[in-house]
C-alpha cells in the first residue's frame, strides 16, 4: 500500500510541477443539452475553459468578441505554427452585443451574449470547406445556426478573403 | 507492479472524467525572470493560462482589454459570489493598443501589448487598500510599474469609485 502511495504522491507532484493544474478550477459543463449544428458538427465539451488568443470589436456589427483555443490551437499560438493551422486545433469566438459601463461609460464592455462560432480544422474531414468546419450556436439557449446542412458556404463566403492566412482573420494577440 | 500501474491508470482517468485537464495544453512560463512590484507583489505564475472573465474597450485610452481569472475567481464567477470577491481571487487584466485588422478594416483588434495588470484579493493582508494588492507591468519587457511601494494609491484613486462593487470595475461577461 505504501508503495502505491508514494507512487501516486510521485505522479500527482509530478503534474503539479509541470504545471498541469495552472488553470485548473470549475469546469465549464454548460454544452451537455446542447443540439448539434445543421451539418453534424457538435458543441466542442467547456470551451469557455479554453485559453486566450486574442479579442475584437466590431464597429460595423457593434459587438465585442473574445477568441480562445483549444490546446492544439494554443500549442501552434505559442509556437508560432498558424499557418496552416494544425489538424485538432478548434478557434471559439464568443460575441456579444456592446454595452457601456455605468460605473466607467468611457468603457465599451460584453452586453448580451449574442452567439459562439467555432472553427474545426480537419484538413481531410472539411476539404470541401477549406479544411475546417463551420459551426455557430446562438444566444443564451445556445440554438444551432443554419437552416440545412449548407449553411457553412455562407461562413466561406467571407473566410475567402484570407485564404493565404489559412482561413481565419484572428491574429494571435501579442503577449509577453 | 500492476496494481500500482492499475491504481495509477484509476487516478489518471478520474483527472480526465472530472476535467481537470479540459484546459491542459502548453503552460505559459514567461513569468520566471519577471521583477516583482515596488510594494513586493511578484508577478503571478501562468496568468495566461487563466480563464477568462471578460473584455472591455476604453475609448479614452484606446485600448483593448482582456480579464482573466486564477481558479479562486473563476469559481467565484461561476458560482455568483462576487461582492466581495473571495480571498484568494486574483484578476488579471490585459491590455493592448487598438490597431486595425488590415484584411476586414471594421475590427478593431489588439495591437502593441501595453501592460498586464492585476488585483490580488486579501482582506487582511491589504486591509489598507480595500483588500486587495495592486501590481502591474509595463510591455513586452513586463517592467515593473510604479516609483515606491506607495504606487497602489493611485489605483484606489479610481477603484473607490466601485467600492461598493468590491472596487472591482470588471462584471463578469454573460456567458451560456
Redo the contacts between chains.
Keep these: 500500500m505504501n508503495?502505491?502511495l508514494k507512487?501516486?504522491r510521485w505522479?500527482?507532484l509530478s503534474?503539479i510541477t509541470?504545471?498541469?493544474?495552472?488553470?485548473?478550477?470549475?469546469?465549464?459543463?454548460?454544452s451537455i443539452d446542447v443540439q448539434p449544428a445543421p451539418n453534424g458538427i457538435e458543441i466542442p465539451?467547456?470551451y469557455?475553459?479554453?485559453?486566450?488568443i486574442?479579442?475584437?470589436?466590431?464597429?460595423?456589427?457593434h459587438s465585442?468578441?473574445?477568441v480562445?483555443g483549444?490546446?492544439?490551437a494554443?500549442?501552434a499560438v505559442?509556437?508560432h505554427q498558424t499557418n496552416p493551422w494544425p489538424n485538432g486545433a478548434i478557434l471559439a469566438k464568443?460575441v456579444?452585443h456592446v454595452s457601456q459601463?455605468s460605473?466607467?461609460p468611457?468603457?465599451?464592455?460584453?452586453?448580451?451574449?449574442e452567439q459562439?462560432e467555432f472553427m474545426i480544422k480537419n484538413a481531410q474531414k472539411y476539404s470541401r470547406t477549406g479544411g475546417w468546419g463551420y459551426a455557430r450556436?446562438m444566444?443564451?439557449?445556445?440554438k444551432p445556426y443554419g437552416h440545412d446542412k449548407n449553411f457553412s458556404s455562407e461562413c466561406l463566403a467571407c473566410h475567402a478573403?484570407?485564404s493565404e492566412?489559412d482561413y481565419v482573420?484572428t491574429?494571435p494577440?501579442?503577449?509577453?
Design positions: 508503495i502505491i507512487n501516486m505522479l500527482a503534474l509541470t504545471g498541469s493544474f495552472a488553470n485548473a478550477g470549475p469546469v465549464d459543463d454548460s465539451a467547456h469557455k475553459d479554453w485559453k486566450l486574442s479579442s475584437s470589436m466590431r464597429n460595423d456589427k465585442l468578441r473574445v480562445l483549444n490546446p492544439i494554443i500549442e505559442r509556437k464568443l456579444w459601463l460605473s466607467w468611457q468603457a465599451t464592455v460584453p452586453g448580451e451574449f459562439a450556436w444566444g443564451m439557449e445556445q478573403e484570407v492566412h482573420f491574429v494577440a501579442q503577449l509577453p
